[in-house]
């Protein structure tokens, strides 16, 4: 039993200390920079009905820099069609793999 304690306990320790190597695949990633920012235009609906708030959207960055996809993460749905719109011609630093990017977007008239 003890022996059995003492091996769970190095297990651990081992684990705590060992290099995660998902961690340091997406650090790069994070760091990766906004080259080109094109900022939403803020829809007149928008404006009538006062609306204001932060789109948020999950983008998927190709090596190149090139928005691929994304993903709407939270926002008002009057806002979000606006923000894609701008996200569509932002532009990354070039990597070597794709990554991911939180983009937040707010609006405010």
């Known amino acids: 039993m003890k022996a059995t304690a003492l091996s769970l306990f190095a297990l651990l320790a081992f684990s705590a200390f ?50 691929k996809s994304f993903e709407v993460k939270g926002g008002h749905p009057v806002l979000v069609q606006s923000a894609e719109d701008a996200l569509r011609q932002w532009k990354w630093e070039a990597a070597p793999h794709e990554s991911h990017q939180m983009v937040e977007l707010k609006f405010t008239p």
Not at 24 to 46: C, D, F, G, I, N
Not at 47 to 58: A, F, P
Request: net charge positive.
């Open 18 to 67: 060992a290099p995660n190597r998902s961690l340091a695949q997406e650090s790069p990633a994070a760091a990766r920079k906004v080259v080109t920012r094109v900022m939403p235009q803020y829809p007149s609906l928008a404006r009538t009905m006062r609306i204001e708030g932060i789109v948020r959207l999950d983008v998927l960055v190709e090596p190149s820099g090139k928005v």
